[in-house]
């Protein structure tokens, strides 16, 4: 499975971004995607995802309320809408991708669970 992020880019607090992942590759009908961050000097952390085939979306709490996380499963893309933006919103986006999620409801929060990466996104909030 390869993963293409895209849609980046500098923004003032208060505005909004979209990015998107797309997938390629061979998957299953039931798999999860992730958007995780990281800002500099910091750990990776976890943004957002959703379990394809459950409808099951999940959000850190730092981003509940102004991120939205969609996606189109018959293009095998995911978008996550930011609103709001924060400077500390700033960091390299990363979507992920776990082929094994497992039915215990949400998707998995840890980096470890998830299988297949991509190349990371650089949103930058300016305050």
Known sequence: VQLQASGGGLVQAGGSLNVSCAASGRTSS???MGWFRQAPGKEREFVAAI???AGTTSYAD???GRFTMS???AKKTVYL???SLKAEDTAVYYC???VNP???GSPARATHSYDYWGQGTLVTVSS
């Open 30 to 32: 039931r798999y999860a």
């Open 51 to 53: 379990i394809w085939g």
């Open 62 to 64: 730092s981003v509940k």
């Open 71 to 73: 996606g189109d499963k």
């Open 81 to 83: 809408q930011m609103n």
């Open 96 to 98: 992920a991708a776990d």
């Open 102 to 104: 497992g039915y215990a």
